[in-house]
């Protein structure tokens, strides 16, 4: 793992740790997982469009008059 350095006021850092201490955690698990959602922000965006095109892609379709059944016939065979 990484260390990392940031120059940063007193007072912020300061209200900072309060703060933390308030939700019981601390400045450091705070800005990991600030920075852990900025990086896979972007990532988990592209995925999303990458789904999106697959589906509109896709040919798969319920049939020509739509949906044949319902959901009781599923469960047709299960009742004894």
Known sequence: MANLTIVIDDDLLKRARIRALEQGTSVNALLRAH????ADSGA????RREVAGLA????????H???SWRRD????????
Do not use: K, Q
């Open 35 to 38: 920075l852990e959602a900025f």
């Open 44 to 47: 988990e965006a592209s995925l």
């Open 56 to 63: 509109r892609a896709s040919t798969a379709r319920s049939g």
């Open 65 to 67: 008059a739509g949906r």
């Open 73 to 80: 016939d599923l469960y047709e065979n299960d009742r004894v």
